[in-house]
């Protein structure tokens, strides 16, 4: 580089980087004003209504519906949308400017940051715009297959990580190999289910697991899956696009090598932001991306072209509520409010309740059908019915070989009255 660019870029990143830096301060954003938590525990701040009331208050949210379809991603909070929106407006005043020369370092802090509060080492996590653009990375250049082996996935996993793992037929050779959970479930039916299936198949290399499945919510063992998975010679992929940000397990304690992640479903960023997780010393197991060279940095496995810059500004920020909130704070939360309507609906005849008592498979989604209603015709019918009588918003959701189901999902902004609200709608529509 010579120097008349190099005074170029030290001059070109002053300005830009630190308008970019304040992000909501110089909007005038508001502080987070979250008392702090003290000595107790997650169980006991779970039950304070007026410390959770003050989470809330952080977020503007629609009172249209009661809205318990927080899965589909998560609400930013005010100081995290103030930042989304400065960035915005820093980026659309610096352009090609602010974007060849500014952005590139942000977008690094970004990714170091992350790394931080995944627990794991920079040079094994690369961002992308999510969690199935993550996977889809990971299944799709797993170089580790050879004609005639096979790859396995379960009905619970989702719909567009089965089709990358039956794509695999026409890239690799390999045969897939679709495999039911238990329903209903629990942690020794799920363990022995995967035990049996990989001694059934020994020509299995590849297995798809999903940390916190989108249909029914099922918190997987993962770890003792994983264990028997390595023993048995397979290679475990792992979609955590609903266990990042909800489940406290660091992610070293999963035994999982490639994992995809999401981040703006729990972790509250802007939509689009994402990120792949490669142990240190894996890379070379991943194909490059077209035209890259195949060498051990993990950037040359993911290539996006044009990114939304703003959005991952803005990570920061969300990364910053999430810790102050604390992910065992949110799990115990979520989990009070879930087993709220679960409870009060449990031993009802006419509504069949998808999610388990345990919980170490339980997480903020879980599911519900009408029973007898398995199609998802019936299952959509009910959710506008809900919508329409109640003013409760919940989703269909199909895939589960025992049927469709209808999902809930309370975020850390949600109430105990909107439980109250959910449980009243659906013994209204049970009839």
């Known amino acids: 580089m010579d120097r008349q660019r190099r005074h170029l870029l030290r001059g070109a990143l002053a300005l830009p980087v630190a308008a970019a830096l304040t992000g909501a301060t110089a909007m005038g954003a508001e502080p987070m004003t ?143 190999v679709a495999i039911t959970l238990p329903e209903p479930f629990d942690h020794d039916s799920i363990v022995e289910t995967y035990r049996r299936a990989l001694t059934a198949n020994p020509r299995v290399r590849l297995l798809l697991l999903t940390h916190v499945n989108h249909r029914n919510g099922m918190l997987l063992p993962v770890a003792e899956i994983a264990a028997l998975a390595r023993a048995a010679g397979v290679e475990v992929v792992l979609d955590a696009a609903h266990g990042i940000g909800q489940v406290d397990t660091p992610l070293r304690a999963l035994g999982v090598d490639f994992i995809g992640i999401n981040l703006h479903k729990w972790i509250g960023a802007p939509v689009g932001v994402g990120a792949v997780y490669v142990r240190r010393g894996r890379v070379r197991d991943l194909d490059p991306y077209m035209g890259e060279q195949d060498h051990d940095d993990i950037r040359t496995r993911v290539h996006t072209g044009t990114v939304n810059f703003a959005a991952y500004m803005a990570l920061p920020a969300a990364l910053d509520l999430h810790e102050r909130i604390g992910v065992a704070n949110k799990r115990a939360r979520l989990l009070r409010l879930r087993n709220q309507w679960m409870d009060a609906l449990r031993g009802d005849a006419r509504i069949q309740l998808l999610g388990s008592d345990d919980p170490r498979l339980s997480s903020a989604i879980t599911s519900f059908r009408l029973r007898g209603q398995t199609t998802m015709r019936d299952n959509t019918a009910t959710s506008q019915r809900m919508v329409k009588q109640s003013g409760v918003f919940v989703v269909p959701r199909e895939g589960l070989a025992s049927g469709a189901c209808l999902r809930v999902t309370p975020g850390i902004f949600s109430t105990p009255a909107q439980m109250d609200a959910l449980v009243a709608a659906v013994r209204a529509v049970a009839g």
């Open 34 to 176: 979250l008392p702090a938590v003290g000595t107790r525990t997650p169980a006991e701040l779970a039950a304070d209504e007026t410390w959770w009331a003050q989470v809330r208050a952080l977020y503007d949210l629609t009172d249209e519906v009661v809205m318990l379809d927080n899965g589909y991603w998560g609400a930013m909070a005010r100081p995290v949308l103030q930042a989304y929106q400065q960035a915005t407006a820093t980026v659309n005043a610096g352009n090609a400017w602010f974007g060849r020369l500014a952005f590139p370092p942000l977008f690094e802090q970004a990714r170091v940051r992350l790394a931080q509060v995944l627990g794991v080492e920079t040079d094994e996590i690369v961002l992308t715009r999510g969690a199935t653009e993550a996977m889809q990375v990971l299944i799709g250049s797993y170089r580790r297959l050879s004609p005639g082996d096979a790859v396995m996935y379960a009905d619970t996993d989702y719909d567009s990580m089965i089709s990358a793992m039956q794509w695999l037929q026409a890239r690799r050779g390999v045969q897939p």
